[in-house]
């Protein structure tokens, strides 16, 4: 099924959300899968493309998402997810109230600041910052293999 993370049995499926699918959650994706984690990322209204300088930040971190493109959010990924991190976006006032529902037993906000039109410096911040909540959901969850 196309755009389904590859899930060994009992491995933990985070959905990482937020509006444009553009920056925080392709970060956050990038990190968690390359921790191990089953993870994906969507948005509830996706841009065109992944933010330049989201890509610039993360290729100081070895992650490439040059290629990268924004997926719109489905009940499909909802479902199939175990926990959906939402990234401090406003996704509730675009969200379809059905997916909402869905949400809202597996949601966690994380409450982070959009690096949409910040300089590199911010968003090596907040890359920083995503990258020490995904550690931390690591080690306190034991999501990896």
Same mark, same amino acid.
């Given at each position: 099924? $196309? ?14 959300? +937020?509006? &444009? !699918? ?7 994706? $990038? ?19 992944? !933010? ?23 009940? &499909?990924?909802?479902?199939? $997810? ?6 401090? +976006?406003?996704?509730?006032?675009? +969200?379809?109230?059905?997916?909402? !529902? ?19 410096? &911010? ?5 920083? &910052? ?16």
């Amino acid at each position: 099924m $196309a755009g389904r993370p590859d899930v060994s049995p009992g491995r933990v499926r985070v959905l990482f959300v +937020c509006v &444009e !699918n553009a920056g925080r959650s392709q970060m956050a994706e $990038a990190f968690a899968v390359g921790r191990g984690l089953a993870a994906m990322s969507a948005g509830t209204v996706p841009a065109g493309s992944v !933010n330049p300088t989201v890509v610039e930040a993360m290729a100081e971190k070895g992650f490439d998402l040059s290629l990268k493109v924004p997926k719109m959010l489905t009940m &499909e990924m909802i479902d199939q $997810a175990d926990v959906v991190m939402t990234m401090g +976006c406003s996704v509730e006032e675009v +969200c379809p109230r059905p997916m909402l !529902n869905r949400m809202q037993k597996k949601v966690i906000d994380w409450d982070l600041e959009d690096p949409k039109g910040k300089p590199l410096s &911010e968003v090596r911040r907040i890359r920083d &910052e995503i990258e020490k909540k995904v550690d931390d959901l690591v080690r306190s969850q034991r999501l990896v293999r």
